[in-house]
């Protein structure tokens, strides 16, 4: 079965939809509404901007959707919320709008714009060594929740004559295994993620400026109005 699709005339309204506007549906201002796995069909849905459309709309393409009655417009009574919104669509109308899914959570944070020297992709990833400092870290958590998988091994291992330090070994090899391969995933995520970045000239001592920049261009007063009312008649408007 095809994903969900939603189709937006602006980017500024796809832009709310994705950095913003699902997070609240999944883990914020909705996350409690029933039923309790509404925010799956949107969350799950593909998204497009045409320009052309006579209206904002959704297919389902046989997906069930549980749920579409949202007041979009009650994020704007929380100032944070707001701020970060204004700020997706100054970054929308930004010439980094095509890396938007890198620069996103960074721009509408304090945070990060405050202190660049954090965004994890800029730090170098030890390959090598992060399986060993995933003990030196996290060593006794780790032992206690290992027992209880090494004790049940080691009743089938035993009958195979290896002996309970050998069986431990095994395992602490096979975790510094698969800890070292998820910091070799995250080290090519990071490279590609830097090397984005440095296509449009970012780096971590310019990222200061270009969340500056982003901040600074000028928005219409009643932009994240426009954005969430253009979302609000997206849920309401089913294509067949």
Not at 76 to 93: F, G, M, P
Request: hydrophobic share 40%; net charge negative; glycine share 2%.
């Amino acid at each position: 079965m095809n994903k969900p699709q939603v189709f937006f005339k602006t980017n500024e309204a796809a832009m709310v939809w994705e950095h913003e506007v699902t997070g609240q549906l999944s883990d914020g201002a909705w996350e409690n509404a029933r039923p309790l796995d509404h925010w799956k069909f949107w969350c799950d849905a593909t998204v497009a901007v045409d320009k052309n459309l006579a209206t904002p709309c959704f297919r389902s393409n046989g997906n069930y959707c549980s749920k579409r009655n949202y007041d979009f417009l009650s994020l704007l009574k929380y100032d944070v919320v707001k701020a970060r919104i204004e700020t997706l669509i100054k970054l929308a109308r930004s010439k980094y709008a095509p890396i938007a899914d890198i620069l996103a959570e960074y721009v509408t944070s304090e945070y990060y714009t405050e202190k660049p020297e954090d965004i994890w992709f800029f730090k170098p990833i030890d390959v090598d060594a992060k399986g060993i400092e995933y003990f030196e870290n996290q060593k006794a958590e780790v032992i206690s929740s290992m027992k209880t998988y090494m004790n049940r091994a080691y009743l089938f291992y035993s009958a195979k004559s290896i002996d309970e330090d050998k069986l431990w070994d095994l395992l602490l090899e096979a975790k510094i295994k698969e800890e070292q391969a998820k910091a070799e995933a995250r080290a090519q995520k990071a490279a590609a993620l830097r090397k984005s970045c440095e296509e449009y000239g970012i780096t971590l001592e310019t990222f200061k400026q270009v969340a500056a920049e982003i901040n600074s261009i000028q928005i219409e007063k009643d932009a994240s109005k426009k954005a969430l009312t253009e979302i609000k008649e997206m849920t309401n408007t089913r294509l067949a």
